[in-house]
């Protein structure tokens, strides 16, 4: 699927999207980036996603001396990752980006609240339930946090975290088990995909392959699939150079 022109390219890949954590911390996402030119991540308060800018020695070398013994690190690439045995890998997995080049006209169907640091514990409290994604106290610092909140309480939520120039992600989308069913995702990934293009970027976002219902919930508010991403949790095992 064609979406925009990349504003950068990598060797191995063919367009920024095939790695979106590396050109997010190499651009818009610059001042919560911790690393060099080999690799990045996000400071630990905002998440666990991290990147190597080419998936070699060198660069996974790099990344390791970055993690601390109990440090977890996200990686999310175009291609099949294989980090070498220096590394522990808890899970690996293929997930879907989809993109939203042509948003699909959607009346909102709830009040729509932001949400700031003040609703940080609810924030928090809410993604540990329903586990989205790496969701931590700095998140919210990344973009635009939106929220259904009813008699004071937080019953779903859904934000912007990956971004670089023309492209924004939409992640943390989430709805409280006693209350899933009424198209709160629906209305707040609606209201985001608004702020996105008005601003002028395309909105994607990362789901699970088998999660049949989100996909469909994303399709019919544009979304379309644009290809198959390899995500891999890792850990520091022995140090990377073998010593």
Known sequence: ????????????????????????????????????????????EIGPLAAVNEPSVEAYRSLAQMLGPDDVAGLVYGSPLAPPSSFNVLRAMEIGQMVCASPAA?????????????????????TELTK????????????????????????????????????TEISAVCTHPDFRGRGYARSLVSALITEITRRGDVP????????????HVYEKLGYRMRKSMHLAILTRGQPADGG
């Open 106 to 126: 959607i009346e909102l169907e709830h009040k729509i609240e932001r949400l700031d640091q003040g609703r940080i514990k609810e924030m928090l409290a809410l």
């Open 1 to 44: 699927m064609e979406t925009a022109s990349p504003t950068t390219t990598m060797a191995s890949t063919s367009h920024v999207l095939d790695n979106p954590v590396w050109h997010a911390l190499a651009t818009v996402h610059s001042s919560f980036a911790e690393g060099n030119g080999l690799a990045k991540r996000y400071a630990r």
């Open 132 to 167: 989205p994604g790496p969701f931590g106290p700095r998140t919210p610092e990344l973009g635009t946090y939106l929220g259904i909140i009813e008699s004071g309480r937080l019953l779903a939520m859904a934000g912007e975290r990956v971004r670089m120039p023309g492209f």
């Open 204 to 215: 994607f976002l990362h789901v699970r392959m088998d999660n049949a219902d989100a996909v």
